[in-house]
């Protein structure tokens, strides 16, 4: 029974294999036949397949804007387009106001929300809130003034004091609020900070019940922007069942927030249930805007408009990154080809044929039979790498360009060397007389850690520069990362075990001259009695036997006495025909 | 490819045995010089960086006629005005082509300037108006400093995390150091050797730059590891000295680095010149640069000094004896 756990481990192991490869399989015919969205072929990047390019042009009132501003415009973009996915988009400016950005397929409302719109938000406490149907009539019935008239006063008569301050509510506000039609919402991105604004929620106007739902505000001026924000992202909240948006503010806005809560929170408890609320205001309109139930000190609240998962991990993105310190509009918008014809895609795959086929060749040379192994890992793990691509392409926008296309092919070289570390570490364990299958498992053992610890940088790699790296450089990351993920895969679910099933046969575990684990060939350091017996039957070369009997005695000459003792201990289990034990 | 498995079964003997550490002054003497000359080299002969990272001119035709939408025109048509230049031509919508190249002239205190030339060559290539559907424009770069910025913020933070993890797997800082200056030597002269060939850099290379980085840690770490075993089950009462113990595991992995060179052919533009170029650096620097580091590093400590002084002189009775 002892012999065959490891077998039992093995077959185990291929089958496991086996279930997850069936898994990834069906997930991605889940994708193609009933979601309609994955397909059996990986997406392409914009250089091989071509994709939509928009040209933003920057609204400016006078002259031309800095090419500090456009810079970081084109930063900004660029970090809220890399944040819906790893698709490699080409953000860059063109001419003194306009910024192009390519991104690879179609562009969809939702990432042409997120390209263009500044998201400039700033938080303002709510003076008065009204249904926004309310007409150009007055709730006294008489006329409503004309908010153009100059008799009306606009400076408040008492200077106000905070941000609630209802003495901000000068009788032009007031008229301007009455007048406000919220279906013709004007750019107010650029409104004057230190002023109270007037401006509605933001409502989908092709929605009726959304539109019917509008409110329209007189807010107080700015007490808090998004320059405050260190952090935001989305979730869930589960008790109420709906997409929310989570702040974080730097230690500034915490405490500027704090005050503010602490004002609101006083209107709640005194009954005042307009100017309790404050108003998330983003690029001029209203995403939300709750009622203080609380004094919120740790400036992390949550903002929870009407937002589906798409819309509140948009928001969420351009807060992180910050607002665009100019606003855009779209110019133009066009199908745009790949730069690199798919003859080039072509040429590298057939490259990629040429170097795979020398790895097989250098494998064969080198390892005998045993690269067949090495040839059937690669195999497994090209499937693996080109079903996951397909999934990932569904799932995460995941394209593929020319050089993600060599690196794959690199990396997939780069896992050769892992195989040659393990039969290596396998061919040691012979040379220093162990049985097949011992040195197999003792072989086994020490490639593992070394494996383990140096996947792992490559790992940390990857994940270090997928955080904090943009563009092709988090591409590269993503690909790294994931290809080592696999490789471990192979080498632990593939490699060893089918190394476990081979030392169990004939041909390996007897060490025949083309199995690549001959140790005759491979010059045992010290062989016990059980491997002399071998090493007699299958030498037929009288001269090389000589030559590595005298190697032996070379090596065992300069052997340690800890290693002659570790030897002998070998020997000694060897002969017993017990498993190989842990090294 | 017997020979080659003898070449194996004596370095792992320790028959055949190149002294990585014994002639350590001499490498680390021609690893200075190499680092030096590639300082040298990127000085006096700055590497050139593509379109992505410069920005660059473009072109943009408009009104072509469907039959006429052939991306290769463009660049028989910059080729025969700029010369040798990197272009990248793209369709736009149905009827607009737009082609960018490396920054150019748009003025000239004689003639027409190189924009003008290529202008009017592209709309005979299309055959259509230069004045009235040819415009050219400056574009930025893709590739922008924030992106360089971000990306070596993300390098930084990842070699002190591999130090650290390195340190605490081999349970001492000095084959982190000795691995992480190893890896420096590998950017330090790859960098060189480009400027040196006056090969240009674009997003590709530097996505080989990144490979080899990851691969030439992955193999130090390999060849560590090796010396780790080999380190370990040395007994105090082993007759090797530290230093020979490290060359021993160094020859042991060389035949890796055999397979490895091997498995280097790749071949695909620049991605496969960096990783060529990197990944015979690499092996040169962990071999030559990082192991004989870490000997020197190792060797000072008292109680290795003090194994390798009472081998000394056991060797030298038994010469004696002889």
Same mark, same amino acid.
């Given at each position: 029974?002892?012999?065959?756990?490891?077998?039992?481990?093995?077959?185990?192991?291929?089958?496991?294999?086996?279930?997850?490869?069936?898994?990834?399989?069906?997930?991605?015919?889940?994708?193609?036949?009933?979601?309609?969205?994955?397909?059996?072929?990986?997406?392409?990047?914009?250089?091989?397949?071509?994709?939509?390019?928009?040209?933003?042009?920057?609204?400016?009132?006078?002259?031309?804007?800095?090419?500090?501003?456009?810079?970081?415009?084109?930063?900004?973009?660029?970090?809220?387009?890399?944040?819906?996915?790893?698709?490699?988009?080409?953000?860059? *400016?063109?001419?003194?106001?306009?910024?192009?950005?390519?991104?690879?397929?179609?562009?969809?409302?939702?990432?042409?929300?997120?390209?263009?719109?500044?998201?400039?938000?700033?938080?303002?406490?709510?003076?008065?809130?009204?249904?926004?149907?309310?007409?150009?009539?007055?709730?006294?019935?008489?006329?409503?003034?004309?908010?153009?008239?100059?008799?009306?006063?606009?400076?408040?008569?008492?200077?106000? @004091?905070?941000?609630?301050?209802?003495?901000?509510?000068?009788?032009?506000?007031?008229?301007?609020?009455?007048?406000?039609?919220?279906?013709?919402?004007?750019?107010?991105?650029?409104?004057?900070?230190?002023?109270?604004?007037?401006?509605?929620?933001?409502?989908?106007?092709?929605?009726?019940?959304?539109?019917?739902?509008?409110?329209?505000?007189?807010?107080?001026?700015?007490?808090?922007?998004?320059?405050?924000?260190?952090?935001?992202?989305?979730?869930?909240?589960?008790?109420?069942?709906?997409?929310?948006?989570?702040?974080?503010?730097?230690?500034?806005?915490?405490?500027?927030?704090?005050?503010?809560?602490?004002?609101?929170?006083?209107?709640? @408890?005194?009954?005042?249930?307009?100017?309790?609320?404050?108003?998330?205001?983003?690029?001029?309109?209203?995403?939300?805007?709750?009622?203080?139930?609380?004094?919120?000190?740790?400036?992390?609240?949550?903002?929870?408009?009407?937002? *589906?998962?798409?819309?509140?991990?948009?928001?969420?993105?351009?807060?992180?990154?910050?607002?665009?310190?100019?606003?855009?509009?779209?110019?133009?918008?066009?199908?745009?080809?790949?730069?690199?014809?798919?003859?080039?895609?072509?040429?590298?795959?057939?490259?990629?044929?040429?170097?795979?086929?020398?790895?097989?060749?250098?494998?064969?040379?080198?390892?005998?039979?045993?690269?067949?192994?090495?040839?059937?890992?690669?195999?497994?793990?090209?499937?693996?790498?080109?079903?996951?691509?397909?999934?990932?392409?569904?799932?995460?926008?995941?394209?593929?360009?020319?050089?993600?296309?060599?690196?794959?092919?690199?990396?997939?070289?780069?896992?050769?060397?892992?195989f040659i570390v393990y039969f290596e570490r396998i061919r040691d364990e012979l040379r220093d007389g162990k049985s097949v299958i011992a040195a197999v498992e003792d072989g086994w053992d020490r490639a593992k850690r070394t494996i383990y610890i140096s996947k792992?940088?490559?790992?940390?790699?990857?994940?270090?520069?997928?955080?904090?790296a943009d563009a092709t450089v988090k591409g590269f990351a993503f690909t790294l990362g994931l290809t080592t993920l696999i490789d471990i895969l192979i080498f632990v679910l593939f490699t060893h075990p089918v190394m476990q099933l081979l030392a169990r046969t004939?041909?390996?575990?007897?060490?025949?001259?083309?199995?690549?684990?001959?140790?005759?060939?491979?010059?045992?350091?010290?062989?016990?009695?059980?491997?002399?017996?071998?090493?007699?039957?299958?030498?037929?070369?009288?001269?090389?036997?000589?030559?590595?009997?005298?190697?032996?005695?070379?090596?065992?000459?300069?052997?340690?006495?800890?290693?002659?003792?570790?030897?002998?201990?070998?020997?000694?289990?060897?002969?017993?025909?017990?498993?190989?034990?842990?090294? | 490819?017997?020979?080659?498995?003898?070449?194996?079964?004596?370095?792992?003997?320790?028959?055949?045995?190149?002294?990585?550490?014994?002639?350590?002054?001499?490498?680390?003497?021609?690893?200075?010089?190499?680092?030096?000359?590639?300082?040298?080299?990127?000085?006096?002969?700055?590497?050139?960086?593509?379109?992505?990272?410069?920005?660059?001119?473009?072109?943009?035709?408009?009104?072509?006629?469907?039959?006429?939408?052939?991306?290769?025109?463009?660049?028989?048509?910059?080729?025969?005005?700029?010369?040798?230049?990197?272009?990248?031509?793209?369709?736009?919508?149905?009827?607009?082509?737009?082609?960018?190249?490396?920054?150019?002239?748009?003025?000239?205190?004689?003639?027409?300037?190189?924009?003008?030339?290529?202008?009017?060559?592209?709309?005979?290539?299309?055959?259509?108006?230069?004045?009235?559907?040819?415009?050219?424009?400056?574009?930025?770069?893709?590739?922008?400093?924030?992106?360089?910025?971000?990306?070596?913020?993300?390098?930084?933070?990842?070699?002190?995390?591999?130090?650290?993890?390195?340190?605490?797997?081999?349970?001492?800082?000095?084959?982190?150091?000795?691995?992480?200056?190893?890896?420096?030597?590998?950017?330090?002269?790859?960098?060189?050797?480009?400027?040196?060939?006056?090969?240009?850099?674009?997003?590709?290379?530097?996505?080989?730059?990144?490979?080899?980085?990851?691969?030439?840690?992955?193999?130090?770490?390999?060849?560590?590891?090796?010396?780790?075993?080999?380190?370990?089950?040395?007994?105090?009462?082993?007759?090797?000295?530290?230093?020979?113990?490290?060359?021993?595991?160094?020859?042991?992995?060389?035949?890796?680095?055999?397979?490895?060179?091997?498995?280097?052919?790749?071949?695909?533009?620049?991605?496969?010149?960096?990783?060529?170029?990197?990944?015979?650096?690499?092996?040169?620097?962990?071999?030559?640069?990082?192991?004989?580091?870490?000997?020197?590093?190792?060797?000072?400590?008292?109680?290795?000094?003090?194994?390798?002084?009472?081998?000394?002189?056991?060797?030298?009775?038994?010469?004696?004896?002889?």
């Amino acid at each position: 029974m002892a012999t065959s756990t490891p077998v039992r481990h093995a077959w185990r192991a291929l089958i496991g294999l086996l279930a997850i490869i069936a898994v990834l399989f069906g997930i991605n015919s889940l994708g193609v036949y009933a979601f309609e969205k994955s397909s059996w072929t990986p997406e392409l990047a914009l250089d091989l397949q071509g994709g939509t390019q928009v040209i933003l042009k920057a609204n400016t009132e006078s002259g031309e804007p800095s090419s500090e501003q456009m810079n970081q415009a084109v930063t900004i973009i660029r970090q809220r387009v890399d944040a819906s996915g790893v698709g490699e988009a080409e953000v860059t *400016t063109e001419g003194n106001s306009n910024i192009v950005v390519a991104v690879p397929g179609k562009l969809d409302e939702a990432q042409r929300a997120r390209i263009e719109s500044s998201a400039q938000m700033e938080l303002r406490s709510v003076l008065l809130a009204t249904g926004a149907a309310t007409t150009s009539i007055g709730e006294d019935g008489k006329a409503t003034p004309d908010p153009a008239d100059p008799t009306l006063d606009a400076t408040p008569t008492a200077s106000p @004091t905070d941000g609630s301050d209802l003495s901000w509510l000068t009788p032009k506000l007031q008229a301007e609020f009455l007048a406000y039609d919220c279906s013709k919402q004007a750019d107010l991105s650029n409104a004057p900070k230190d002023q109270p604004l007037v401006t509605c929620d933001r409502a989908d106007t092709e929605d009726p019940i959304a539109v019917a739902q509008q409110q329209k505000y007189i807010l107080g001026p700015v007490e808090l922007t998004g320059n405050e924000i260190t952090d935001a992202s989305n979730g869930y909240d589960q008790q109420r069942g709906l997409w929310i948006v989570q702040l974080n503010f730097n230690g500034d806005g915490a405490s500027k927030f704090a005050e503010v809560s602490k004002r609101l929170y006083g209107y709640t @408890t005194a009954g005042d249930t307009q100017r309790n609320r404050f108003a998330f205001v983003v690029d001029g309109e209203v995403i939300s805007a709750p009622t203080m139930n609380g004094i919120i000190s740790d400036g992390r609240p949550q903002i929870s408009g009407t937002f *589906t998962q798409e819309s509140s991990k948009v928001l969420a993105d351009q807060l992180k990154f910050g607002a665009l310190p100019l606003s855009f509009s779209v110019q133009s918008d066009n199908v745009i080809s790949a730069t690199l014809g798919t003859q080039q895609l072509q040429i590298g795959l057939i490259a990629a044929l040429i170097g795979l086929a020398l790895v097989a060749l250098y494998s064969l040379l080198s390892y005998r039979a045993l690269g067949f192994v090495i040839i059937a890992s690669l195999a497994v793990m090209a499937v693996i790498t080109y079903i996951v691509l397909c999934i990932l392409a569904w799932r995460m926008g995941f394209r593929l360009s020319l050089a993600g296309v060599a690196g794959l092919i690199v990396t997939i070289g780069f896992t050769a060397d892992s195989f040659i570390v393990y039969f290596e570490r396998i061919r040691d364990e012979l040379r220093d007389g162990k049985s097949v299958i011992a040195a197999v498992e003792d072989g086994w053992d020490r490639a593992k850690r070394t494996i383990y610890i140096s996947k792992s940088i490559n790992i940390l790699c990857a994940v270090v520069l997928y955080i904090l790296a943009d563009a092709t450089v988090k591409g590269f990351a993503f690909t790294l990362g994931l290809t080592t993920l696999i490789d471990i895969l192979i080498f632990v679910l593939f490699t060893h075990p089918v190394m476990q099933l081979l030392a169990r046969t004939r041909f390996f575990g007897g060490g025949h001259v083309l199995s690549g684990m001959n140790s005759e060939a491979l010059g045992a350091v010290y062989a016990g009695r059980a491997q002399f017996k071998a090493v007699e039957t299958t030498s037929s070369v009288r001269g090389k036997a000589a030559r590595d009997a005298k190697s032996r005695g070379e090596a065992a000459r300069r052997q340690t006495i800890a290693e002659r003792k570790q030897a002998e201990a070998l020997a000694a289990r060897n002969g017993s025909d017990s498993k190989g034990g842990d090294a | 490819m017997a020979s080659m498995n003898q070449l194996g079964n004596d370095l792992y003997t320790g028959k055949t045995s190149v002294p990585f550490v014994g002639k350590r002054n001499l490498w680390f003497l021609i690893a200075g010089l190499l680092v030096l000359v590639s300082i040298l080299v990127v000085f006096l002969r700055p590497p050139q960086f593509s379109m992505e990272f410069t920005g660059g001119t473009q072109f943009t035709v408009s009104g072509v006629a469907a039959e006429n939408l052939d991306q290769g025109k463009a660049t028989e048509a910059v080729r025969s005005i700029a010369g040798d230049v990197a272009t990248k031509v793209t369709t736009v919508g149905t009827d607009g082509i737009r082609v960018q190249t490396e920054a150019l002239e748009a003025d000239s205190s004689e003639g027409a300037s190189p924009v003008q030339q290529i202008s009017e060559a592209l709309a005979t290539a299309y055959k259509v108006d230069a004045a009235e559907h040819v415009s050219s424009s400056v574009v930025g770069a893709s590739w922008g400093a924030d992106v360089t910025r971000q990306s070596l913020w993300g390098l930084g933070i990842f070699l002190a995390l591999a130090f650290v993890i390195l340190a605490l797997y081999f349970r001492t800082w000095k084959m982190s150091a000795a691995a992480i200056i190893g890896l420096l030597d590998v950017l330090v002269i790859t960098f060189g050797v480009y400027a040196l060939c006056g090969f240009e850099i674009s997003p590709a290379a530097v996505i080989g730059f990144l490979t080899i980085l990851g691969y030439s840690l992955y193999d130090t770490t390999v060849v560590f590891d090796k010396i780790r075993e080999t380190t370990a089950e040395q007994g105090s009462a082993s007759h090797r000295t530290f230093g020979e113990s490290v060359n021993l595991g160094v020859n042991q992995t060389l035949i890796l680095f055999i397979g490895a060179l091997g498995l280097g052919a790749q071949t695909l533009a620049d991605i496969s010149l960096s990783i060529t170029v990197g990944i015979i650096v690499a092996a040169y620097s962990t071999l030559f640069v990082a192991a004989p580091l870490y000997s020197l590093f190792r060797e000072n400590e008292p109680k290795i000094k003090s194994h390798d002084a009472k081998v000394a002189r056991a060797r030298e009775r038994d010469a004696d004896v002889a």
